[in-house]
């Protein structure tokens, strides 16, 4: 089992490694084309800022390659958001496997970014496979994709958002799975064992 992280300058790549070590599974870090498609699993991580991370992504041509993917492939955080179509993070536009906005949370009374644990709700697809409804998960973001078709999770935070999106063989969550105890862990496994479909 290869397992390829996408290297493009995102801020929690460590912590993946790390969560992946942790179930076993020995990741490599590339942006190199040749490794990314021959992984039989790719994950695009992300903490980080949108149109910088879209700016490393069409430079290494990143951006048509993950499109094009054929193998189950996670995006996690930013990672997630640059899944989308267009991101209100410094007008971006984004990689558009989902043909969702990503949207900044609004409200005076909340605290921007959400930080801390919250609960997933909703849950299909076998990428739940263990977990139950209402878990909890750690988010960091300022940044949101609405409730959509493409939900396989939802989350309520100002708004019911979406808390992770499946298409094809593209699965993204808004949370941090690696940090996020054993049901972040599960999630992973699920993964990489190929229970997510």
Not at 32 to 55: F, N, Q, T, Y
Not at 65 to 92: A, D, H, K
Request: charged share 20%; glycine share 6%; with cysteine.
């Amino acid at each position: 089992m290869k397992v390829v992280i996408i290297k493009y300058n995102a801020g929690n790549t460590q912590s993946v490694l790390f969560a992946l070590e942790r179930i076993g599974v020995n990741a490599i870090v590339t942006d190199i084309h040749d490794e990314i498609c021959s992984a039989d699993r790719v994950i695009l991580p992300g903490v980080g800022e949108a149109s910088s991370a879209m700016k490393y992504l069409k430079e290494k041509r990143l951006n048509q390659l993950i499109c094009s993917l054929e193998q189950p492939v996670l995006g996690i955080c930013l990672g997630m958001q640059l899944m989308c179509t267009y991101s209100e993070e410094n007008e971006t536009t984004c990689l558009g496997i989902f043909k969702e906005s990503v949207k900044r949370f609004q409200g005076a009374e909340y605290k921007i970014p959400q930080i801390g644990w919250n609960n997933i709700t909703q849950l299909k697809t076998n990428l739940f496979k263990g977990i139950a409804e209402n878990a909890y998960m750690y988010f960091v973001h300022s940044y949101y994709v609405e409730a959509c078709k493409n939900a396989i999770s939802t989350t309520s935070y100002i708004a019911e958002y979406s808390s992770a999106i499946h298409k094809d063989n593209f699965y993204s969550v808004q949370f941090h799975p690696e940090k996020s105890g054993e049901f972040g862990q599960k999630i992973l496994e699920n993964f990489i064992l190929g229970e997510e479909s």
